[in-house]
């Protein structure tokens, strides 16, 4: 059984995260794919308690705390790719990056402790317009700490950082999701690309 693919979405809170995975994953189960779609921080009790003191602990300490839950989480994740199960996770590692730099880590402070994590085979980064981000998040009724944080800056941390990101994680590729069709042609060339690897 060939090991399953792991697709990783990340960006900005607003850039429509969840919307293009469930795009993708309803593509997925018309091709016959078997999946798993999770995400991060995840809801074990290490994950939830990162949630919570996300502004109380210094920023070391909080990447300390969300990598020990990803490295939780990775085995999790191995387990269902060598079932030859795709895994779609919304936020992985590119979003403890820049979210917890953001919070006055280092890049590579947070690169070093999450050296031994699973690579994913593509990493999506969305881009959004400000606008655009705006009025998806005047929709929703909780946000985090990090969330309204990210809020208060008109600048895209994740575009500013895209070479860098592109550089330590390599197949990192950035589409932009202001529109319905924005997403239909990031779901196709995603699927390009996952074609790609699998004649490899």
Excluded: W
């Excluded at 998040?137 to 575009?159: G, H, I, P, Q, V």
Aim: glycine share 4%.
């Amino acid at each position: 059984m060939k090991k399953g693919l792991f697709i990783t979405f990340d960006g900005r809170h607003g850039t429509g995260k969840s919307f293009i995975i469930e795009k993708v994953a309803n593509e997925m189960i018309k091709r016959n794919y078997k999946l798993f779609i999770t995400k991060e921080p995840t809801d074990s009790e290490i994950g939830m308690l990162s949630r919570r003191v996300e502004s109380k602990f210094s920023s070391e300490a909080l990447v300390c705390m969300f990598a020990s839950d990803r490295y939780i989480h990775c085995r999790e994740i191995e387990e269902k790719l060598n079932k030859g199960i795709t895994v779609l996770c919304d936020r992985y590692i590119i979003s403890g990056m820049i979210l917890q730099n953001m919070c006055g880590a280092e890049f590579d402070y947070i690169h070093f402790v999450n050296k031994y994590i699973i690579k994913s085979d593509i990493s999506i980064v969305l881009f959004s317009d400000n606008k655009v981000i705006e009025k998806r998040l005047a929709l929703r009724k909780k946000m985090s700490s990090l969330t309204k944080k990210e809020m208060m800056e008109s600048r895209d941390r994740y575009k500013e950082n895209f070479s860098l990101l592109k550089k330590k994680f390599g197949n990192v590729i950035g589409y932009k999701n202001d529109t319905i069709e924005d997403a239909t042609n990031l779901v196709n060339s995603l699927f390009l690309e996952v074609d790609a690897i699998k004649k490899l």
